[in-house]
């Protein structure tokens, strides 16, 4: 199994510009979720979702979106990027919704200029 | 929202001696308490978790209490190793909703 994997792993975007960030999953767990990391601030969720075709919102979901069309993708959409977007974002997945251990995948470093 | 609060922030301790890291929770229905571990570079990794129905767990060297009465739960490591250095997170939530992490605790365990 490779677990929880992310694409890209490093990406640098001028402000403005759109992207997704990748996730994906071989362990048919229901739950998958999108972090932020900041110094000092530990992880924020931005989206998660309990299920394919259900999603919802964390803590800091402005200018984020997500899908979930199929149990093992879990897409982050950056609509128009800002500097203050710059961060280190990892996906992470669970059996469920459950108290369960989250898997993180290794993340991805943007960088916004 | 839940709101969780690590202490301390960094931490330094001599090989061999115990290291403990405190956190405080607001959200009374949260019930879901992991730990993670984050070595530099690296992604957080579990390394023990504890649910509101129990007040202690331990796995070797790694114990965790809580106390749901005054909304705090500890993370205790006995007999650090240089290994153990790294970043530690509490997280607080309702199962997996919407879990909260806090700040982080920079363990540096000196040989």
């Known amino acids: 199994n490779a677990g929880v994997t992310q694409t890209p792993k490093f990406q640098v975007l001028k402000t403005g510009q759109s992207m997704t960030l990748q996730c994906a999953q071989d362990?048919?767990?229901?739950?998958m979720s999108w972090y932020r990391q900041d110094p000092g601030m530990g992880l924020r969720l931005i989206h998660y979702?309990?299920?394919?075709?259900?999603?919802d919102q964390g803590e800091v979901p402005n200018g984020y979106n997500v899908s979930r069309s199929t149990t093992e993708d879990f897409p982050l959409r950056l609509l128009s990027a800002a500097p203050s977007q710059t961060s280190v974002y990892f996906c992470?997945?669970?059996?469920?919704?459950?108290?369960?251990?989250?898997?993180f995948g290794p993340g991805t470093r943007l960088t916004v200029t | 929202g839940e709101n969780v609060e690590q202490h301390p922030s960094t931490l330094s301790v001599q090989e061999g001696d115990s290291a403990v890291i405190k956190c405080t929770y607001s959200?009374?229905?949260?019930?879901?308490f992991p730990w993670y571990k984050q070595e530099l570079g690296k992604r957080p990794q579990l390394i023990i978790d504890?649910?509101?129905?129990?007040g202690e767990k331990k796995d070797q060297r790694i114990a965790v209490t809580l106390n749901k009465t005054a909304k705090h739960f500890s993370l205790h490591i006995t007999e650090t190793q240089p290994e153990d250095s790294a970043v530690y997170f509490c997280?607080?939530?309702?199962?997996?909703?919407?879990?909260?992490f806090g700040a982080g605790t920079r363990l540096t365990v000196k040989p």
């Open positions: 992470a997945s669970s059996y469920s919704q459950g108290a369960y251990e989250q898997y």
């Open positions: 362990m048919n767990h229901e739950y």
């Open positions: 979702s309990v299920g394919a075709g259900i999603t």
């Open positions: 959200d009374s229905a949260s019930n879901y």
């Open positions: 504890i649910r509101s129905n129990v």
């Open positions: 997280a607080a939530g309702y199962n997996n909703n919407d879990m909260r």
